[in-house]
């Protein structure tokens, strides 16, 4: 027996609004354009495709350990080149986990990785966290990545750090 869809896209659509609002419709829209994204991404850092949504958090977006998902704000889900920019770097933080969770993981940086991602859960702030080695490495892969993928040169607002992730692409990513 053959299942008829119910609906076509814009019932679907509708229906969909209705219960939730137009500005979830177009996170979700959003979303789904992050999709392909993920996919290059997973598999550059050979690392399985991990659930994304939209929250209201104060960060940009935040890489969810134990539940295992990642969290885009809801301030930034609506400008591509920022979601973008999120989704690279906490994918980067996911392969950082999968590596130290990873018994047989030679990763020249695992023990640093772990000690950092116990630290960083501790509730640091975030002039502190930007100094953790994990950080620097998430923000290089998303610089190189940026490049790589968009042809964009992203560059972090403080010109100081912005040399430092520089000299760590040059370094460890290139």
């Known amino acids: 027996m053959k299942l008829e869809n119910k609906f076509n896209e814009e019932e679907l659509k509708k229906e969909f609004i209705k219960y939730f609002g137009i500005e979830k419709w177009n996170q979700e829209e959003s979303l ?20 994304v949504v939209v929250e209201e958090i104060e960060e940009d977006s ?25 989704l690279i770097h906490e994918l980067r933080h996911a392969k950082q ?4 969770t990873d ?5 020249p ?3 640093i990785w772990i000690s950092e991602l116990i630290y960083e859960t501790s509730g640091i702030s975030q002039e502190e966290q930007l ?8 923000f290089g ?24 992730i520089d000299s760590y692409v040059e370094k460890y990513l290139k």
């Not at 889900?77 to 999120?86: L, R, S, V």
């Not at 018994?103 to 990763?107: F, L």
């Open 131 to 138: 100094g953790l080695f994990i950080e620097i490495d998430a």
């Open 62 to 86: 935040r890489y969810y350990i134990k539940e295992e998902y990642i969290a885009i704000s809801s301030k930034l889900i609506m400008d591509e080149i920022e979601a973008i920019k999120c």
């Open 109 to 111: 940086f695992k023990e």
């Open 32 to 51: 789904g354009k992050l999709w392909p994204i993920e996919l290059t991404i997973c598999r550059d850092l050979e690392i399985d495709p991990i659930p």
């Open 141 to 164: 892969y998303q610089k190189l990545m940026m490049k790589k993928l968009f042809d964009i040169d992203w560059h972090y607002p403080n010109e100081e750090y912005d040399k430092v």
């Open 103 to 107: 018994e047989n993981s030679t990763h």
């Open 97 to 100: 986990f999968n590596c130290i």
